[in-house]
């Protein structure tokens, strides 16, 4: 039997106050103007029927819902939601198991330890103490979800104190734990009352649990009943039990609804063996009005998740725009220049050919082998003709000159497009010099063309979609891994322990991308060595200018991840939003099918705003092209400015309370 020992006599000052609190949802009123005072040391109860306002009183008094009426202090300070320096005194239990189920026992109260700032050789010792009070020293290398829930309540409450709060706010603790279970917990409650004067606030819908407590408070419908201790209580309305005051007080508020339990006991096995179906009886066989019940609850989720219901409904059309648009192997605006040995008339001629043509945009012509090689190793240029010295004399003569075509060969497709484009205009100019005099040149064309590949001069599309690939699944994997493991926390609950710690949001996003990031490097060197010693692709410029594009690659990935979360809700929603903002920048804006610069409009837009188009160029540059550290800095110069931009809309989005 657990029995409550009397408070010491004497004044004590307020831990806890509320003044009109009042919380709306809507046009729903979930809290009416609750007002209470609770003395340091006291176990004050919030005793009522599930969905009286109960859990949201708690969630104002901890921060974690703003109120929409009224005002709330502790320890004679205004509650502020960002006064973290008020959070470490309190400590909040909630309802629903909200620890990390990931981490074993001893882990999760280290965790909460050192964000309490707890020193270092101070966290073992409370660990420890921790352990040992609640009986969790047999268990402390176990994952929570392997334990009975009474064990795992008993856990949750050492979380809760392992920082030493002086207030302790406990939202149904019990809810589902058996009688002796509960007893235990309670003999615990009491001691840290009575022992080391800390302030208990815990709500219960049980009755027997309402009489332990020093004071109680009768809630029904957001409003408070009357507050007294529990005898009292059971005297002002000359009833025999609590259960019979609570009715009595009812009546008088004109309410109704259910009662709070009245012995907290488990349903009687007939009454379990009805609610499951009994047992007995044949199978049911299909029935339509359960297969229409599961259709309706499935289709009202989706109508409830707008995140989800726009992705499902507006996805086909962007992708259908996106591909047939974005899509496409078509040239226009190639920059080019012109390297003229010769500068004659002929010469001039056969350059503005390729001037006229709306498939082409000129560049200031080229002095020397030393400039294309840089201009080309830049991307200012996609291609440059090289006209030979005497090429009019040659041409007058008959002689049949060679021109030269460079190609920037580092993207294959790309490159034979650009070549057939180049080709085409070469030989419209050739089939106007036939014309002026049809007898002269026979079968052979007047000019020929030595096609001339560089940074790739075998060809092989395996040295552009090595670069391609990892810059692709380098944004896609780390990105929505980041927005799954934060969106978890939200489906899981313990998101909440983002909630009631001094965690400020910028070290909660940090601390969930930074496992990431190294996830994502150690995938990036993965790949880099399989297209190394497998693919046979080598990287042929600077090392260290792609590890440092790489890493500020991951961190704009996860910082998009991040971003990603912070609107959705759901784990499906975060990897089908990840999956289709990350996919289709990346593979058709970001120059790995068509080149940025003869995109236009959105297209080009959306590829200078997303980060896959610069590290594509890093990627390429460094792998295929040659390029150092020095022929970089732009691009590495955008990748940093995108880790922080993502990290600060995350942020900013990131909520602190409960929406």
Known sequence: MVTLPPRPAGDTPVAIEARGLTRRFGSFTAVDHVSFRIERGEIFGFLGSNGCGKTTTMKMLTGLLPATEGAASLFGRPLDAADLATRRRVGYMTQSFSLYT????????ELNARLFHLPADEVTRRVGEMLDRFGLREVADVRPDSLPLGVRQRLSLAVALVHGPEVLILDEPTSGVDPVARDVFWEALIELSRRDGVTIFISTHFMNEAQRCDRISLMHAGKVLAAGPPAELVRSRNARTLEEAFI??????GGGG?????????????ARAAADGGGAGPPARFSLRRLWAYTRREATEIRRDPIRLAFALLAPLVLMVTFSYG???????????ALDHDRSPESREYLDEFARSRYFREQPPIIDYAELERRLRSNELKFAIEVPPGFGRDLRRGRRPEVGLWLDGAMPFRADTSRGYVEGAHQVYLNALTRTDPGRWGQRPPVDMAVRFRYNQAFKSIYAMVPGVIMLLLMLIPAMMTAVGVVREKEVGSIVNLYVTPVTKLEFLLGKQLPYVGLALVNFATMALLGVFVMGVPVKGSLPALLTGAALYAGAATGFGLLVSSFVRSQ???IFATGILSVLPAVHFSGLLTPVSSLSGGGRAMGALFPSTYFQKIAVGSITKGLGLRDLPPSLLALAAFVVVYLALARA???KQEA
């Open 102 to 109: 990931e981490l074993t026992v001893r882990q999760n109260l």
């Open 248 to 253: 009595a007080y009812l009546e008088e508020a």
């Open 258 to 270: 259910s009662l709070p339990d009245t012995a907290g006991q488990p349903a009687p096995a007939q």
């Open 327 to 337: 899509i496409t192997f078509d040239v226009e605006n190639l920059a080019y220049a």
């Open 572 to 574: 499906v929603a975060a």
């Open 653 to 655: 989005l990131l909520r």
